[in-house]
């Protein structure tokens, strides 16, 4: 069984006359309002299980700590990005807020680039198991890994996978993952993606900046929140940027959250918060739209609210 990577059309976007940093799917999750307290995310290092990532993009400078390729394209020290995919993911996790392109949730968090998609769209489960192994392992001087991001799935269930998922929850990370592209624009049918449907991970929705469902978007009672995934702008391959749609896209946005939270709140109480603690955060600073709950879970997240 191979996991894969939600890829939808991609739109190249120029934004020489760019006048608003800020994308709004960062602004509708109000990152900015907590950006003070939180650090920016200073610190905070996030494993991204996907594509790779164009570690030389203008607005990721600085962002990424390390990485590795897990996959046959290459060898491992080569986690070039060919999809776009992981850089557009990067880039609403930590894009620098430096008046230039966009920025991201956690615009200082760092980034552990670990890559599991081939050139194929595919991750094979084991290659994606010796990841999260890694992310589990790996440190840099007191750093070590706080959250991994998985936007890729499967309608299958896996022992190997899940393991692992649960080793490395047991290890202090948590793992944000999408819900999956199946959706029928009603919300009233299940469609279950795996890892996002394992009870360790947080599930994620997508809605667009308006705050309607996103017509892809799975709905199952394993979805834990939505966040924006709808025509996001970000990073792309190559220096440039570009909008996606998918619940790809809503994962970063809570990704970059959690590094927000974990910053704020382990400066207010002077200790390490645990796994649940952050999900139960994350659930927490969410608002109600009204939909159904296999929809939208707790709701849209609202880091403000």
Known sequence: MDL??????????????????????????????????????????????????????????????????????GGVEDYTDTSGHGT?????????LDNYGVAGVA?????????????????????????????????????????????????HHNVALHEAIKRAVSAGIAIICSAGNEGDNCGDTIEISYPGAYPETLCVGAIDIELNMAPFTNTNDTVDLVAPGNEILST?????????????????HVTGAAALIINELERELGRTI????????????????????????????????
């Open 4 to 73: 894969h990577m939600f890829l939808p059309p991609v739109r190249i976007v120029d934004i020489t006359n760019n006048k608003q940093e800020i994308p709004p799917g960062v602004s509708l999750i109000s990152a900015p309002d907590v950006w003070e307290e939180s650090q920016r995310g200073d610190g905070i290092v996030i494993a991204i299980l996907d594509s790779g990532c164009q570690v030389d993009h203008p607005d990721l400078s600085g962002r990424i700590v390390s990485g590795r390729n897990f996959t046959q394209d």
């Open 107 to 155: 615009p200082e968090a760092d980034l552990l680039i670990l890559k599991v998609i081939g050139s194929d769209g595919l991750a094979q489960i084991q290659q994606v198991v010796a990841a999260l192994d890694y992310a589990i392992a790996w440190r840099k001087g007191t750093q070590r890994v706080r959250v991994i991001s998985m936007s890729l799935g499967s309608a």
């Open 88 to 96: 557009h993911i990067a880039g609403t996790i930590a894009a620098n």
């Open 236 to 252: 792309w391959i190559d220096g440039k940027y570009a909008v996606m749609s998918g619940t790809s896209m809503a994962v970063p």
């Open 274 to 305: 645990s796994v649940q603690e952050i999900y139960e955060q994350l659930k927490a600073r969410t608002e109600p739209l009204g939909f159904k709950r296999t929809v939208e879970g707790h709701g849209v997240l609202m880091l403000d609210s």
